[in-house]
């Protein structure tokens, strides 16, 4: 037994100078990261935002509405095996990003085969998606599932909600999630306020607060505290960007940071940089809700996630910091910048990453390029 000494560290998100941590070997760092990066929002499965060079849209439902995809996403939701595939890239890119902790939406049992079957994995929440659209599943489906599944999730490491796509395409549902996820000890997440003042609707609907059990908001751009709400918010600074060339104001009424689109723009370990310069305020307060905000808002353990990375915390801050070494609940996944058990890189991943969204391209295009 050594120690892992290191020059700096962002510590329950707090900055420290010079810390020697007891570690299977001798080893220094320039930055320790306890716990790692936090991804309070992905949607594995997707492959194609919609995305149109110079097209900004005012709200997330005209930009939902009006897209214009080159796949058929339901149809590689309904691909099991494909959307595994995907949805376990996703968990490995996130790890060797130095993200230990990641929130997925999209198709149940693809994102839960998917993270049984890999030997290294982060932290999970399992929130499916509910919709009552062509390709989505229903509340009761999802209990389904989860019954089926909840046994083989090992303590501590994963934990299974609900996910209501948005206050316009399912309010309906609203409800009943959040009474699955009360009997599941778990949460609900909801696109809300993403161009749109929603908090107050959002409210009503779920009858509180207090509510059943706890809600996760995603985005929350508009000026609107979600606490007052009862709301617990994640942003996603990056797609918010792209789509509408703005986010929250400020990081205040944000607990934790989302990725959305990690296969087209990776995790949140990676968008350090992106989100500093959006906001332009205490990096160091930005770093606590990129580490600790996700599992504050899920209310998830972090004891034994950590990320050590060469390149100091100036580095970091400019996205020039490499991921060298990464343990999730004390077990070492990630060991000299790959994946311990494959020996696999982030270049590696991000390859084969590229290779899956040309198959899904390939095996389910639009019948014509049509709107989302």
Same mark, same amino acid.
């Given at each position: 037994?050594?120690?892992?000494?290191?020059?700096?560290?962002?510590?329950?998100?707090?900055?420290?100078?010079?810390?020697?941590?007891?570690?299977?070997?001798?080893? %220094? %760092?320039?930055?320790?990261?306890?716990?790692?990066?936090?991804?309070?929002?992905?949607?594995?499965?997707?492959?194609d935002?919609?995305?149109?060079p110079?097209?900004?849209?005012r709200?997330?439902?005209?930009?939902?509405?009006?897209r214009?995809?080159?796949?058929?996403?339901?149809?590689?939701?309904?691909?099991?095996k494909?959307?595994?595939?995907?949805?376990?890239?996703?968990f490995?890119?996130?790890?060797?990003?130095?993200?230990?902790?990641?929130?997925?939406?999209?198709?149940?049992?693809?994102?839960?085969?998917?993270?049984?079957?890999?030997?290294e994995?982060?932290r999970?929440v399992?929130?499916?998606?509910?919709?009552?659209?062509?390709?989505?599943?229903?509340?009761?489906?999802?209990?389904?599932?989860?019954?089926? *599944?909840?046994?083989?999730?090992?303590d501590?490491?994963?934990?299974?909600? #609900?996910?209501? =796509?948005? #206050?316009?395409?399912?309010?309906?549902?609203?409800?009943d999630?959040?009474?699955?996820? /009360?009997?599941?000890?778990?949460?609900?997440?909801?696109?809300?306020?993403?161009?749109i003042?929603?908090?107050e609707?959002?409210?009503?609907?779920?009858?509180?607060p207090?509510?059943?059990?706890?809600?996760v908001?995603? =985005?929350?751009?508009e000026?609107?505290?979600?606490?007052? *709400?009862? #709301?617990?918010?994640?942003?996603?600074?990056?797609?918010?960007?792209?789509?509408?060339?703005?986010?929250?104001?400020?990081?205040?009424?944000?607990?934790?940071?989302?990725?959305?689109?990690?296969?087209?723009?990776?995790?949140?370990?990676?968008?350090?940089?992106?989100?500093?310069?959006?906001?332009?305020?205490?990096?160091?307060?930005?770093?606590?809700?990129?580490?600790?905000?996700? %599992?504050?808002? %899920?209310?998830?353990? =972090?004891?034994?996630?950590?990320?050590a990375?060469?390149?100091?915390?100036?580095?970091?801050?400019?996205?020039?910091a490499?991921?060298?070494?990464?343990?999730?609940?004390?077990?070492?996944?990630?060991?000299?910048?790959?994946?311990?058990?494959t020996?696999?890189?982030?270049?590696d #991943?991000?390859?084969?990453?590229?290779?899956?969204?040309?198959?899904?391209?390939?095996? *389910?295009?639009?019948?014509?390029?049509? /709107?989302?």
């Open positions: 037994m050594g120690y892992l000494e290191a020059g700096e560290a962002i510590i329950y998100g707090r900055y420290v100078e010079g810390v020697r941590i007891r570690h299977v070997i001798d080893e %220094y %760092y320039d930055l320790v990261v306890i716990p790692g990066f936090s991804d309070g929002h992905m949607h594995p499965q997707v492959v935002a919609g995305l149109e110079g097209v900004l849209w709200h997330s439902y005209e930009w939902f509405e009006n214009r995809l080159v796949v058929d996403e339901a149809g590689i939701r309904s691909d099991l494909l959307s595994s595939m995907l949805a376990s890239l996703v490995k890119r996130s790890l060797l990003e130095g993200t230990t902790l990641v929130a997925v939406t999209g198709r149940l049992e693809a994102n839960l085969r998917a993270w049984l079957s890999l030997r994995k982060p999970t399992f929130l499916p998606t509910v919709m009552k659209r062509r390709g989505w599943a229903s509340v009761s489906e999802v209990s389904d599932v989860a019954q089926r *599944y909840v046994k083989y999730l090992d501590g490491l994963a934990r299974i909600g #609900v996910f209501v =796509h948005s #206050v316009r395409y399912g309010a309906s549902m609203l409800r999630a959040l009474l699955l996820a /009360k009997r599941l000890g778990s949460v609900v997440g909801i696109h809300v306020s993403e161009g003042r929603e908090m609707e959002l409210a009503r609907l779920a009858g509180g207090p509510y059943p059990a706890r809600i908001g995603v =985005h929350c751009m000026d609107e505290d979600p606490a007052y *709400y009862g #709301v617990t918010c994640i942003s996603c600074p990056y797609s918010n960007h792209l789509l509408y060339r703005r986010t929250r104001r400020s990081i205040s009424g944000i607990t934790g940071f989302g990725s959305d689109w990690p296969l087209l723009v990776g995790s949140v370990g990676s968008h350090i940089k992106m989100i500093t310069s959006l906001f332009k305020e205490d990096p160091v307060g930005i770093l606590k809700r990129a580490t600790m905000g996700g %599992y504050k808002a %899920y209310g998830m353990r =972090h004891q034994g996630d950590m990320v990375i060469d390149g100091g915390l100036r580095r970091l801050l400019e996205g020039r490499r991921v060298r070494l990464v343990t999730v609940n004390n077990r070492l996944v990630v060991r000299e910048g790959r994946l311990v058990s020996g696999e890189s982030l270049k #991943v991000t390859r084969k990453i590229q290779a899956a969204i040309m198959q899904a391209k390939h095996l *389910y295009p639009a019948k014509q390029v049509v /709107k989302g």
